[in-house]
């Protein structure tokens, strides 16, 4: 079998077993978010931003499948955020910013969005910082900016909600994607340690070719 398919599926299967984890409720919802938001995007780095946006949607659709989720609406909303993140962390190009931008004119072409202008201008911060890609954090902020920003636009069009609930929500985005960046930057970095430590026995050694060295917290500078 073909290494980054079994690869595929190991990740796989441990995002699935993070989406179990919850974190804390979605506003607005009866749903949460889960482990998932933190380590889902990763696998954009690891396999590449195709087949991380593949696992990304296996992930979403085995949840559904093997513990019996409601396929409500919000459910079949939060696939392509997750879809998207995970490719956004794998791009390695400057040209990922436009995403921002059309959700920040999404957002705007929406009447009640109109109202809350202010909202959609958070989205200037990763869309300044996908200039710098190649920094883990700023990377890290990015991909969940990127979840953030598309399902705000997709959950505005399908629920509405008022002006003054979007403006609210202003500080909870800062604290919220606050963590999720942090979270999503050492998880990356911790999946990558893990990664690197067990290809060194035998039977995981082909693995090896996944291991981010630029990432490795015990790789000196001069190597």
């Not at 290494?3 to 984890?21: D, E, G, R």
């Not at 958070?122 to 996908?130: D, R």
Request: aromatic letters at 16%; hydrophobic letters at 55%; one cysteine or more.
């Amino acid at each position: 079998m073909n290494k980054k398919i079994i690869f595929l599926l190991i990740f796989t299967v441990l995002a699935l077993v993070a989406f179990q984890v919850p974190i804390s409720q979605i506003i607005g919802s009866k749903q949460n978010f889960t482990l998932f938001e933190l380590l889902g995007p990763t696998g954009g780095m690891f396999l590449g931003p195709l087949l991380g946006a593949v696992s990304a949607f296996f992930v979403r659709t085995l949840n559904i499948i093997i513990f019996h989720q409601p396929v409500d609406l919000l459910t079949v909303i939060r696939f392509l955020p997750a879809i998207l993140a995970a490719a956004y962390f794998g791009l390695n190009q400057k040209k990922t910013a436009i995403i921002f931008p059309i959700c920040i004119s999404l957002f705007l072409l929406n009447p009640i969005g109109r109202q809350a202008w202010l909202y959609p201008m958070i989205w200037l911060i990763p869309f300044l910082a996908t200039f710098w890609k190649k920094n883990l954090l700023l990377n890290s902020l990015g991909a969940t900016f990127t979840s953030h920003a598309v399902g705000s636009v997709i959950f505005l069009y399908a629920f509405g909600l008022t002006p003054a609930v979007w403006l609210s929500l202003i500080p909870v985005v800062f604290i919220e994607r606050g963590v999720f960046t942090i979270g999503i930057y050492l998880s990356c970095l911790a999946f990558n340690f893990v990664l690197d430590k067990i290809t060194n026995f035998k039977f995981a050694s082909f693995l090896k070719q996944f291991v981010r060295p630029e990432f490795l917290l015990n790789v000196s500078k001069s190597n």
